[in-house]
């Protein structure tokens, strides 16, 4: 259902300019949307720490603003970094916003980002052979990016550059000054293939370096004109003189083929000033399949129709959650966040497309066929938020990931947790209906194989913890090589609580009581002599020296320091209370976790976005500020959080800023749930923490039909405080809510206030459920 959205810019909510009453032009929430958000780096030094080190530029969100359908694995973006000579931010990233200068724009296919193949540029004048690519200052006041469509004018070429998309196309639009030599540059990446110009139209090519196997995509593409080109070429690099400059290239006028490293084609055209050459680009298993996708999606060259039809899809998304009151600022982060949300996982194939399965297999999907979750990132909470608003995708993609696990044999994992549970257990709590006495099978052999892909299985089953081997010499700066056996053994207690669930469900009691036990494994790497979860030697002694300020990436923890994995416990938050001593030892450490300055030595690169020791740019201690629910202490969640909303988010001078890197929609949902007001500490539980929601009224029109409605009264920024509350117009005093209260649809109603009321939502018996509070139930 598309639901209509009127969205009030000026005015204070009233819709009403303020010289006479007239009304204010409504904008939708697809108008708000800026994906050029996420895409520069916080400036504040404060915020970031010790980071970069020297040599590197500093984390941006490392979001694309690309032109693409939601969750499509095709995207038309642009191109300023040239990972083809540098790899300096961990991946490999298209764009970043500070860089000043353009290389190219890529027509996607599921091999997106930095390295997605061919770069494709419009170059007025002379030229040169890739990875020299011909840069070009651009304009940042002409630049212009919303949902499904990107803009820019090249200020060297005095040209503008267009990108749209559909499902399985990219269609860009030059608009070329006066000139006898306005070129179109189309290059393969170093890994290389082949090139063709065939006719005077169209150019394609075979990716055959590399692992083209991996594209789900497919290896070939085509390039069609919208007109014939005068003159063309081939070039490719030769690597025999690479660093000697000239001799450096092989490219030879009318050649029609060419195969190497760098492979591509030059196009020449005649342009009259404010004329336009378009350029349509699909990929496919075969060129014939390319083809018949240019066919199928674009059949004309009509660059309005496709813009307005990617406008339109992204529209009746975005409109599933209607925003009143807040900022402009905050309503552009808020929808912008929302769409980059849906970044992943990538829609591989609709229902009758061909995809290529994890054997290398081309099948024909009969069903919406997704790609892997990023289930250490997203798996935290996007997937809660796909369940909300789209519980029917989600379905397609646990799908997806069954018929993955039964073609590789064990689900699909990621980094050093198991976390595909998560999905299951959180959409079986939430109602969605599947198999999941057949997902269970491969959940469960993930949890008990040790030759599968849960690392270090049978050192954790056996000891109840995984240790480290002590680096030799300094392990600060971060160390690379190690098991992160802390970090690793609190997410493998974190998935056995998820999957000791699933088994109570499914009626497998022995199986339930193996995994709850395993749940307990945390309790194995926290040393009370220093109050900090600690790693081990084979031997089971503390690993020393020991400071909980470094933040290393693979020893005893991972990405993180020992202060941010203290709060790892997402599944049993009252024992991890427990063993720090009770409510107020817990409030204390949680207060000084927030308040211990950052001075560590070693660089965590995506650890930026501090607040004390807490790092919003990664996801081991994002669920952290909303832990002071279980300790009665909630109003320290709704400053906190008001505080992470306005400083980590577009509070640089651009207003694009993330923390860290966005990981393909964790980050944003990070954003889009707690400035709603509520965020799932556990995904694989059906219950969401309050925080403070930045706007007055939001309405979530949830995937069954019906809404969610928050409303904050006598809500601003200074009122962060909750008051009093009540859910469908009955007192509440629960710092939570679970799925039951609101999967018939609900209105919770918030009372605002300066101060905070330290009554509400701090009784013992209103703390959201935990594992050991179970346990002691049960006794």
Request: hydrophobic share 35%; glycine share 10%; aromatic share 12%.
């Amino acid at each position: 259902m598309t639901v209509a959205l009127a969205i009030v810019v000026l005015g204070g909510g009233t819709g009403y300019a303020r010289d006479g009453g007239v009304p204010q032009r409504a904008m939708q929430a697809v108008d708000e949307a800026n994906p050029l958000v996420g895409t520069a780096p916080l400036d504040r030094q404060s915020l970031i720490g010790n980071a970069p080190p020297p040599g590197e530029p500093l984390y941006s969100g490392m979001t694309s603003p690309g032109a693409s359908l939601p969750q499509s694995s095709t995207e038309a973006t642009p191109v300023n970094l040239n990972v083809d000579l540098s790899y300096p931010s961990g991946v490999g990233m298209s764009y970043y916003y500070p860089n000043p200068t353009m290389i190219g724009f890529t027509g996607g296919g599921s091999t997106y980002g930095g390295q997605a193949s061919p770069m494709i540029m419009p170059v007025v004048g002379d030229w040169t052979v890739p990875p020299d690519y011909a840069q070009s200052y651009y304009d940042k006041a002409s630049e212009k990016a919303s949902p499904g469509y990107y803009a820019v004018d090249l200020a060297t070429f005095h040209t503008r550059v267009e990108l749209t998309a559909t499902q399985r196309t990219s269609l860009m639009r030059f608009t070329f000054p006066a000139s006898h030599r306005s070129n179109v540059i189309i290059n393969l990446r170093r890994p290389g293939g082949d090139v063709e110009v065939v006719g005077d139209h169209t150019i394609r090519g075979v990716i055959t370096g590399g692992h083209p196997e991996r594209d789900s995509d497919g290896p070939w593409f085509v390039a069609e004109f919208s007109r014939p080109f005068a003159g063309f070429g081939t070039f490719r690099a030769n690597h025999d003189h690479e660093g000697y400059g000239i001799g450096d290239a092989d490219v030879q006028q009318d050649r029609r083929t060419v195969s190497g490293s760098y492979a591509g084609a030059y196009v020449t055209f005649d342009t009259s000033a404010g004329e336009q050459v378009l350029v349509k680009i699909a990929h496919g298993h075969s060129a014939e399949e390319a083809e018949q996708r240019l066919r199928d999606e674009e059949p004309d060259w009509n660059f309005e129709r496709v813009h307005a039809k990617a406008r339109a899809a992204w529209a009746q998304l975005l409109d599933r959650v209607e925003v009143t009151g807040g900022t402009p600022k905050q309503r552009m982060l808020f929808y912008s966040t929302l769409y980059h949300s849906f970044a992943s996982p990538r829609l591989l194939a609709r229902k009758g497309e061909r995809f290529t399965d994890a054997r290398g297999q081309v099948q024909v999907a009969d069903y919406d066929h997704y790609g892997p979750v990023p289930f250490w990132d997203t798996g935290r909470n996007q997937i809660v938020l796909l369940m909300l608003l789209e519980p029917k995708v989600v379905q397609d993609i646990m799908r997806s990931e069954l018929d993955r696990a039964r073609e590789r044999g064990y689900m699909d994992t990621s980094f050093h947790g198991d976390h595909a549970v998560f999905l299951y257990d959180g959409a079986w709590q939430r109602g969605i209906p599947f198999d999941y006495a057949a997902a269970y099978a491969y959940l469960r052999k993930n949890a008990t194989d040790p030759n599968g892909p849960r690392g270090y299985l049978a050192e954790y089953v056996q000891n109840g913890w995984i240790s480290d081997i002590v680096p030799p010499g300094n392990p600060s700066p971060p160390y690379a090589g190690g098991k992160a056996g802390v970090a690793t053994t609190l997410e493998y207690a974190w998935d056995d609580h998820a999957l000791a669930d699933v088994a109570r469900r499914l009626g497998k009691k022995d199986d339930a009581q193996v995994f709850l036990r395993r749940a307990a494994n945390y309790r194995n790497v926290f040393d009370p002599s220093v109050g900090f979860m600690r790693g081990k030697t084979a031997d089971g002694k503390w690993i020393a020296p020991f400071d909980p300020g470094e933040p290393y990436y693979n020893f005893m923890m991972k990405e993180a320091s020992g202060w941010s994995t203290l709060w790892l416990v997402p599944h049993d938050v009252q024992g991890l209370i427990d063993l720090l001593g009770g409510r107020a030892a817990f409030n204390a450490k949680l207060d000084a976790f927030f308040s211990t300055p950052y001075t560590a030595k070693g660089v965590c690169r995506d650890c930026t976005g501090l607040i004390g020791e807490y790092v919003q740019g990664n996801q081991p201690d994002q669920q952290a500020a909303y832990l002071y629910a279980w300790s009665g202490q909630p109003w320290k969640t709704q400053a906190l959080v008001r505080r992470i909303l306005a400083e980590m988010y577009g509070s640089d001078a651009s207003g694009y800023a993330f923390p860290g890197m966005d990981d393909q929609g964790s980050t944003s949902s990070w954003y889009v749930l707690s400035a709603m007001g509520f965020y799932p500490v556990d995904p694989s539980s059906p219950d969401y923490i309050l925080g403070s929601p930045i706007f007055d009224r939001v309405r979530l029109h949830m995937g069954n039909g019906k809404v969610l409605e928050i409303v904050a009264r006598n809500n601003s920024a200074q009122n962060k405080y909750i008051q009093s509350a009540t859910l469908n117009g009955k007192p509440w005093h629960k710092p939570w809510f679970s799925h039951a209260d609101i999967a018939n649809g609900a209105t919770l109603v918030l009372t605002m206030g300066p101060e905070p009321n330290k009554a509400w939502g701090a009784d013992p018996a209103d703390a959201p459920p935990s594992m050991s509070a179970h346990e002691r139930d049960r006794q």
